[in-house]
């Protein structure tokens, strides 16, 4: 079933395998303009059926990871003209949406100009935060205002303008793995007692404010969100949070989006908490729903495909094998994942001139 072609909006997808939204770093520190290199990086993955980008940061006051581009200013824009038109280049069939990144409480003051992060509340999340000076401890944020709230929504909007000026095929909101709207989600870190807090309703209306935002300007078709019900990421996952995530999922089928994506857990990062299987989140949503969390081989795809999704996004296996679509079609051999200190952060190693496969 990997292998079939499925219907996502306008697009034919060529296959069931998407690529992972995946944190690469190779981006200029203070500017966060992409490496032109991403071009190649990306290009080379097109055998998959569907590709979504890196987080991009939509705003200054979103960054929490040093090197992570974004898509709010004139140089990096331009930077993501060229990338996106090699992608394009190389294989025009194969749809490329962008994810879009506010990183919350997930950050420090040395990434945010002295200033310190914000949240949903004044809760710090357990994690570090890669900055200028080294890895720091993530701090206790600001709350956000409503009128801040309400800014932040329209960066949103901006920010999904842009990528679609720059040639991206659609958005993918990111709501999972604890960052700044899956702080506003989870009722552990959202302590507020105004409109955007303490029930299931108001915990959802920061991303349903985004969604309405970026629907002023773009058809829902291009339009995708992505939740990580389990995770504990970031310190995510609360007593009863299975519950808010049931109302989230079902209130997102009135959008009519382009697709669901979410973060399983159910093999990396899990919370402790009752969790939602893969079956509920399925029967849950009855619009295109991708999935990922530790999908590591042909047979665990498969077995998720069966289950009823329309797509399983893949991680990891695409960092050394940028052919994984066609390795595992023919039964190829993966290569070594490449090592952990090039995941993030690095030049050309371990990110492009990465040899296909040659028998």
Known sequence: ??????????????????????????????????????????????????????????????????????????????AWKQIIGQVKDTN???????????????????????????????????????????????EAPRPLTIEEIKKTAKDYQQAAINALEVGFDGVEIHAANGYLLNQFLDPKYNKRTDIYGGSQEN???????????????????KIAVRLSPNGAFNGMGSEGVAEYYKYYIAELNNFNLAYL??????????????????EEMRELYNRFLITNSSYDTLEKVEAALALGVDSVSIGRPTLSNPDLAERWQNGWELRETIPYE??????????????KYEG
């Open 261 to 278: 994506h979410v973060v399983d857990n159910h093999a990396f990062e899990a919370h402790e908490y009752e969790m939602l299987s893969l």
């Open 1 to 78: 079933m990997a292998f079939t072609q499925t219907k996502l909006g306008s697009h034919t997808l060529k296959n069931r395998l998407s690529l992972a939204p995946l944190t690469r770093g190779r981006s200029t520190p203070d500017t966060g303009i992409p490496h032109l290199t991403k071009g190649e990086y990306y290009s080379a993955r097109t055998g998959l059926g569907f590709l979504i980008s890196e987080g991009l940061n939509i705003n200054d006051e979103a960054r929490g990871w040093l090197e992570a581009p974004g898509i709010y200013t004139d140089e990096q824009l331009e």
């Open 203 to 221: 915990n959802f209306r920061f991303l349903q404010d985004v969604i309405e935002s970026l629907l002023e300007v773009l058809p829902p078709q």
């Open 342 to 355: 090039l995941f993030y952060f690095g030049g050309d190693e371990g990110f492009i001139n990465i040899p």
């Open 92 to 138: 025009a069939e194969t749809p490329f949406f962008a994810q879009l990144w506010h990183t919350g409480a997930a950050s420090h003051r040395d990434l945010q100009d002295g200033n310190l992060p914000v949240s949903a509340s004044n809760i710090a999340i357990p994690g570090e935060s890669y900055t200028p000076s080294g890895k720091q401890p993530y």
